[in-house]
């Protein structure tokens, strides 16, 4: 049974880097045939996919346009997780983040717990 | 990339059968067979209900069925029950800068 496990800060200065690591039970951070990735939720903004990493006898990554100069994703095959890191946040970047992934590589089917992250000074 | 349209609320009586729409483009809902529906229950994370348009994960009842015709898929719950009130997403592959685009939700209430 997979499972995400998810830790980070929960609350984030403005123009700081708000960082989130999700840990992998089950299944492979470098497994060839799923994907791991980062979605927020807001309500302003409803759900939003913010990127993902995956494992192809290469590392490859894909970022949503609305953050692509801010965002990294990195995997840690060494703790079998990874990483979301935002940089330069403002308070449009409150939200509750979740990281899923799995084997369906098109769904996203299984989540980690959430992380609801504030910025503010 | 605009976000899918479902529309706002969904209720329905117990035993009865619901339908929720989400309508994309040809760049998206239209253009692939990869859409997905998530229901949300409040606080918490939201779970797979259906993949690839009409494929349901194990463990997920056959009372949830999806559809799709061209820029508009459905999920279908049937045989309403209480526990099925929940906030549900759908979910499509687009081909834009951004691959993943979500719906605006619907919240099925059972009266």
């Known amino acids: 049974q997979v499972q995400l496990q998810q830790s980070g800060p929960g609350l984030v200065k403005p123009s700081q880097t708000l960082s989130l690591t999700c840990a992998i039970s089950?299944?492979?951070?470098?497994?060839?045939?799923?994907?791991w990735n980062w979605i927020r939720q807001s309500p302003s903004r409803g759900l939003e996919w913010l990127g993902r990493?995956?494992?192809?006898?290469?590392?490859?990554?894909d970022y949503a346009v609305s953050v692509k100069s801010r965002i990294t994703i990195n995997p840690d095959t060494s703790k079998n997780q990874f990483s979301l890191q935002l940089n330069s946040v403002t308070p449009e970047d409150t939200a509750v983040y979740y990281c899923?992934?799995?084997?369906?590589?098109?769904?996203?089917?299984?989540w980690g717990q959430g992380t609801m992250v504030t910025v503010s000074s | 990339q605009s976000a899918l349209t479902q529309p706002a609320s969904v209720s329905g009586s117990p035993g009865q059968s619901i339908t929720i729409s989400c309508t994309g483009t040809?760049?998206?809902?239209?253009?692939?067979?990869?859409v997905s529906w998530y229901q949300q229950h409040p606080g918490k994370a939201p779970k797979l209900m259906i993949y690839?348009?009409?494929n349901r994960p194990s463990g997920v009842s056959n009372r949830f069925s999806g559809s799709k015709s061209g820029n508009t898929a459905s999920l279908t719950i049937s045989g309403l029950q209480a526990e099925d009130e929940a906030d549900y997403y759908c979910?499509?592959?687009?081909?834009?800068?951004?691959?993943?685009?979500f719906g605006t939700g619907t919240k099925v209430t059972v009266l």
């Open positions: 899923a992934g799995g084997q369906l590589v098109d769904a996203f089917d299984i």
């Open positions: 089950g299944d492979s951070v470098s497994s060839n045939s799923a994907a």
């Open positions: 990493t995956y494992y192809r006898s290469k590392w490859y990554n």
């Open positions: 040809s760049s998206d809902v239209g253009g692939y067979n990869y």
């Open positions: 690839d348009v009409s």
């Open positions: 979910s499509s592959y687009t081909s834009s800068s951004t691959p993943y685009v």
